[in-house]
């Protein structure tokens, strides 16, 4: 009824609705685009018809994939995220993920003068940066060669945390189902390059995330599972040990030889101590953000900041 009722209204009415939705408003401008072919030819038949698609897509926070460059309509990933996940019922995908996502990057327009489609780059000012706090609530659950797309998987928070209270949902959900989650951006500013340090001297030892566009959640998620399922070195293991004795189960702290049976990747380890938050402790001109895992487990007077830093 309502595309029946669209076709028989001007053209000019429709532009000037089309022109009416604010353009960082993605969800209605996919679902006025799908309303019709009348609508859609409005939009397909502008000069650089696909440049507003980017431009409402960056505003929401929302990048590229590296299957995507070069070779997907910034149009088509707008269409895919709301069709698959713009109506997402859980807290924190959908439409509120936009919003927030919407929110940080009008901090970063207004406070870093960022112009559109732009990522950041001057790292002499001082900036703080922060990680997607999805990426925070990030578990690893398919087992030792799984997909990532169905390795990774995020899930609910402490109810008595406040610190992001839109992810509150419990069952674990595979990020490979919710487009908006993996394809957002990694940090606030987007940047093009991040440094992550290394998790008890395994994960991302000696790496640097770097590519043309912005960082995604995507990005990050793929380069930690790459590590997960590699042995871990005697000496990973005891320097995690002595740091996480508390943390361990009965039956490996029963011998000696308890960690060394239990505990042989990084994905043994964050599953009992998982990823609790991404703190940005410094700056590297040629590497860009510099960032430290804290786990659950571990308080601010157990990560000697100084000591990650000089190991860059």
């Given amino acids: 009824m309502f ?84 109506f997402c019922s859980l807290p924190g995908c959908g439409e509120s993920l936009l919003c927030r996502n919407r929110c940080e990057m009008k901090q970063a327009i207004y406070h870093l ?87 008890a001297g395994r994960l991302l030892d000696g790496h640097r995330l770097s590519q043309m566009s912005a960082l995604t959640v995507y990005d990050v998620l793929k380069t930690i599972h790459a590590d997960l399922d590699r042995p871990l ?5 005891l320097d995690y040990v002595m740091r996480h004795q508390n943390c361990l189960p009965e039956k490996m702290t029963e011998s000696y030889v308890g960690p060394l049976r239990h505990l042989k990747t990084l994905r043994d380890l964050l599953s009992i101590c998982p990823v609790n938050e991404y703190l940005h402790v410094a700056d590297d001109d040629e590497h860009g953000p510099v960032f430290v895992a804290l786990l659950v487990c571990m308080g601010d007077d157990e990560l000697d900041l100084d000591s990650q830093v000089d190991r860059m």
């Fill in 113 to 199: 003068d960022l112009d559109p489609l732009d990522v950041y780059i001057d790292m002499d000012r001082g900036v703080v940066f922060h990680v997607h706090p999805v990426l925070e609530k990030i578990r690893f659950t398919g087992g030792h060669g799984a997909p990532l797309m169905q390795d990774a998987t995020f899930s609910g928070m402490d109810p008595a945390s406040v610190k992001l209270p839109f992810f509150e949902w419990s069952s674990p959900c595979a990020v490979g189902d919710h487009p908006l989650l993996y394809r957002s951006f990694a940090t606030f500013a987007p940047v093009t390059k991040i440094m992550l340090r290394p998790i």
């Fill in 233 to 237: 070195e005697v000496h990973n293991l």
């Fill in 3 to 86: 595309t029946k009722q669209l076709h028989r209204l001007p053209t000019e009415i429709l532009l000037m609705i089309r022109d009416w939705i604010d353009p960082s408003d993605l969800r209605t401008h996919v679902c006025y685009y799908l309303s019709s072919k009348k609508v859609a030819a409005l939009y397909d038949t502008e000069k650089d018809a696909d440049e507003f698609w980017e431009l409402a897509c960056w505003l929401c926070g929302i990048g590229l994939t590296p299957a995507d460059e070069g070779h997907k309509l910034w149009r088509d990933v707008a269409i895919q995220c709301i069709k698959q996940d713009g």
